[in-house]
């Protein structure tokens, strides 16, 4: 993949190229929505859910005047214009636009539209598993909505780093909510569980794909809280998300998960999730 080539507002160019405003609000303020979607083998996987997830961020934000479907072309064109014909990452970005600074929406504001491909770097290796934290939520009460406006994400992922782990699992009010940048499950008394969805987690595309595949393979799944205090028994836990699939988690807050290796319905879906990238309606 030679990622030479992005996309801004309607034209085809190299990323040095680019031109976005010092006024664009999604500079400012973070005023804007973004996605990030795999490919596998030249394809997009799971676009549509991702585009219908982009959708709903924009209409409760009151930007206007995007075609999400021509976004998703445009992130096809790009594969194929920077060759990625294997595995690759596409992140969009829509802003509300430039205007003059002021906190309330302008008027007549033509949103910014940014696309670029970027290689896919693995994020933890499944066969080992990876190492997590547990970190106080301090976050906005719109998670739901996948905003570009991430910097406690990004304060929390750091503290995990700094701490040796890969994650860092938000906890409000005694409950294990979901990754900065992951869905949580764990499996208790041999059912998987992760928590509702609600205006305090993102709607992952890969947690409703994880979810779905519990039934398939006949696996006990809710959606239903995951107290801080039961993690010390569960069986598992693992991570799902575009960036990672399906991710066995080793070991939180320094203890051990389990007995410390990757468990077998994490492994199970895992297959069960790679095998579903080959199929063009993973849903």
Not at 41 to 68: E, N, S, T, Y
Not at 98 to 119: E, I, L, S, W
């Amino acid at each position: 993949m030679t990622n030479t080539i992005a996309y801004c507002n309607g034209r085809f160019l190299p990323p040095e190229e680019i031109r976005i405003s010092p006024d664009d609000r999604g500079f400012l303020f973070g005023d804007g929505v973004y996605e990030v979607i795999r490919s596998y083998g030249g394809r997009l996987f799971a676009l549509q859910p991702h585009l219908a997830r982009m959708a709903d961020g924009l209409r409760a934000l009151r930007i206007d005047d995007v075609d999400v479907n021509r976004v998703g072309t445009v992130a096809e064109q790009l594969l194929a214009k920077n060759g990625a014909d294997r595995e690759a990452l596409v992140y969009i970005q829509v802003t509300r636009g430039a205007a003059p600074r002021m906190h309330a929406f302008p008027a007549d504001t033509t949103p910014t539209v940014f696309a670029r491909v970027m290689p896919f770097v693995p994020k933890g290796d499944p066969r080992t598993g990876v190492s997590v934290i547990t970190v106080p939520e301090l976050r906005w009460a719109r998670c739901d909505i996948k905003s570009i406006a991430l910097l406690p994400n990004c304060l929390a992922n750091q503290r995990a780093r700094d701490a040796g782990a890969q994650e860092a699992i938000f906890v409000r009010d005694g409950v294990a909510i979901e990754g900065t940048a992951t869905t949580f499950f764990a499996v208790l008394d041999g059912k998987v569980r992760t928590a509702p969805e609600s205006n305090y987690i993102l709607p992952g595309v890969t947690r409703r794909i994880v979810l779905k595949l519990c039934v398939e393979l006949g696996i006990p799944s809710a959606e239903k809280p995951i107290f801080v205090e039961e993690l010390g028994r569960v069986q598992e836990l693992f991570l799902a998300g575009t960036t990672v699939e399906v991710m066995p988690i080793v070991q939180i807050d320094g203890r051990a998960v389990g007995e410390g290796s990757p468990g077998p319905i994490a492994r199970r879906l895992l297959e069960a999730f790679r095998s579903r990238t080959m199929t063009p309606t993973p849903l």
